[in-house]
Structures are given as structure tokens and as C-alpha cells.
């Protein structure tokens, strides 16, 4: 039986997630805001706002484009940070994640980075190049300031899985598929046996990454996980309507409506 995870009491259910992921300040601070608002909208009860880096481990070309738009706005960790009481202002009442490489967690210091989540209210954190042995002080600062720590499993974690599993916060982090963040045509129907594995450990709901870019794929990932995160494919979605956005008032509302349409699409 999964636990109740708390988010702060924000999280209203722990099956079928959508969570989906944008990078602060892309393509401007402003319509990040927007977009948190659609995608909300659009179904999501989970934000994944990602930190734009200049030399990520995970990010495949999608989302390195974003980051350099990002990066081209000035971004950073903490202006990102001090998006969400934005969004809170707009009407975004979901939780808000933030995933972040532990480099600029390291030059900010891991107790001002929780100062800076608590007094924006950001409810969780995820450093996906940070390994799970050696997170033990930033997850115990975390759980003290009612920070969710998300852990992430691999297909290659093998013996690890139990251990991760067994210490996650607010969900846990599938990777469906080794290597790079981006696009895929198929899923590998090797996930199943993954998935499994993992859920027989966790008492948080399992939600999958990597690759997620159809609604086969969503309702596929539905059958078997707890919920599904959806990055490069909302990304390019976004970049389909990058010129109008880029226009006046009129034309950049008409293309987050249309955005937020393409999302529902995705995953109704």
C-alpha cells in the first residue's frame, strides 16, 4: 500500500500522475509562468521545473536547447526558485520539484538551497547526478524542512533498487531506458519486468521518465506504473509554437492555447 505523500498536503492522489517538465526561464521567466499555468490546466498534479546547466549528465538535445534559451535569460538556480511563488500568484497550486544538477546545489550550499525552497514554496527537490549513497545529509536537511527528496532508479541499479526504493520521498523516479533524456519512437517492453521490480520495494507512487513522446506511450506506462513524466516531448511542443510566443499579447496567448490543447492530447 503506497503512503500518503504529502507534498505539503498539495498532492491529491497518488495514481495515473502526470508530471511534466519545463526549464525555468524558457524561452522567457514570464512564459514559464504560463506554461506552469496550462500545464496545470492540462491535467498535471505534479510541476517538474528544471534548472538550465550548462554541462548536464542526463539532458539529450531537446532539453539542452531549452537550457540554452534559458541560460540566454540570465536563469539561475535561485531566480528559478523565485519563479514558483510567481506561479503560486497565477494559480498553480500543484506541487512544484525542482530538479537541479548538484554543481550550482554545491556553490549555493545545501541549507540555503532549503532556506530558498521553503520561503518560495517549492515542495520538492531532484539532483539526478547526485548518487543515492551520497545524498544522506541533503535528503535528512530535506525531510527536516518538509522537503520532498525524489530518488531516481535506473535499469542498472540492480541490487540498489531495494535500498533507493526503500528510502524515497514523494514518488520515485523510473528511468525507463539508459542514457539521455529525448524522444522515442518505441518503449522497450523490458520496462514491465523494471517497473515491477521497483514497486514490489516502494511505498511512494512509481512514476517513469525517459523517452515518454506518444499517448500510446502514456497509456502504455499507465498500465503499469503510478504515473508518467513527460520532459523532451512537452519541450517540443513548446518549440512548435516558439515564433508566435516570440510576437505581441494576442499571438502568444493563441499559442498557449494551443500548446496547452497539444498536451491534452497527449495525455487524455
Known amino acids: 500500500m503506497l503512503t500518503t505523500t504529502s507534498f505539503q498536503g498539495k498532492l491529491k492522489k497518488t495514481k495515473d500522475l502526470f508530471i511534466p517538465f519545463i526549464v525555468a526561464g524558457d524561452p522567457t521567466p514570464e512564459l514559464t509562468i504560463e ?6 490546466e492540462a491535467g498535471a498534479d505534479i510541476l517538474e ?53 548538484y554543481n550550482p546545489v554545491l556553490q549555493l550550499g545545501e541549507e540555503r538551497l532549503m532556506e530558498l525552497l521553503k520561503e518560495n514554496g517549492a515542495e520538492g527537490l531532484l539532483i539526478p547526478d547526485l548518487p543515492h549513497e551520497e545524498s544522506a545529509s541533503i535528503r535528512d536537511l530535506a525531510s527536516r524542512e518538509g522537503i520532498e527528496f525524489i530518488s531516481l532508479v535506473a535499469p542498472n541499479s540492480d541490487a540498489r533498487i531495494e535500498k533507493i526504493a526503500k528510502d524515497a520521498s514523494g514518488f520515485l523516479y523510473c528511468v ?44 502504455w506506462i499507465r498500465g ?22 516570440s510576437l505581441g499579447e494576442t499571438e502568444q496567448m493563441a499559442a498557449l492555447e494551443r500548446f496547452y490543447e497539444k498536451v491534452k492530447e497527449l495525455v487524455r
Do not use: W
Open 35 to 40: 506554461l506552469a499555468v496550462k500545464l496545470q
Open 49 to 101: 521545473l528544471g534548472i538550465p546547466y550548462s554541462d548536464p549528465l542526463a539532458d539529450g538535445p531537446t532539453i539542452q536547447r531549452a537550457a540554452k534559451r534559458a541560460l540566454s535569460q540570465g536563469m539561475s538556480l535561485i531566480r528559478a526558485i523565485q519563479l514558483v511563488p510567481q506561479m503560486r500568484a497565477r494559480g498553480v497550486d500543484i506541487p512544484v520539484v525542482i530538479f537541479t544538477y
Open 176 to 219: 525507463s531506458t539508459l542514457g539521455v533524456t529525448g524522444e522515442r519512437n518505441k518503449m522497450s517492453s523490458e520496462v514491465v519486468g523494471f517497473i515491477t521490480k521497483v514497486k514490489q520495494h516502494s511505498r511512494v507512487p512509481v512514476a517513469v521518465g525517459f523517452g515518454i513522446s506518444t499517448n500510446e506511450h502514456v497509456q
Open 224 to 245: 503499469h506504473a503510478d504515473g508518467v513524466i513527460i520532459g523532451s516531448r512537452i519541450i517540443t511542443l513548446l518549440e512548435s509554437e516558439l515564433e508566435d510566443l
